[in-house]
């Protein structure tokens, strides 16, 4: 039996949308995400036909990617489903970790108390000094 593919999270879905309705490839999806722009406003952006000073949305992205991280693509590009599956993974590994954390301190505290000695006082705390009383005009 083979595993069941992790779901797509509905943070990715306008993604998928964008891709399709403008014809954009998973690097250039992936790009506009780590550039941290908004899918919905990609039909604003691509509208280079009734403005011919505009560049198509893909040359745009790929502009702009440079510009920000002076490279042309992403080093690794990675489709949805190994975006979810990357997610689904490092979730399980923080859940993993919290546990272990959990758990750890009360084995800890219960082993060895020696770790964790009292706090000792300051070293060189002054004693009260007198008071001195306020000059009046």
Known sequence: MSKKPAAIPNDLKPWIEAKKRHRLSQAHIQMARELGMNPRKF???DNHRQEPWKAPLPIF?????????GKTKPDKIMSFVEMAAARAAKKAARKLAKQARKAAPADDVAASPAEHPAPLPPAHRQE??????PIRS
Request: proline fraction near 6%.
């Open 43 to 45: 039909g604003k952006i």
């Open 61 to 69: 992205i790929e502009t702009i990617y440079f510009k920000r991280f």
């Open 128 to 133: 009260a000094e007198e008071p001195v009383a």
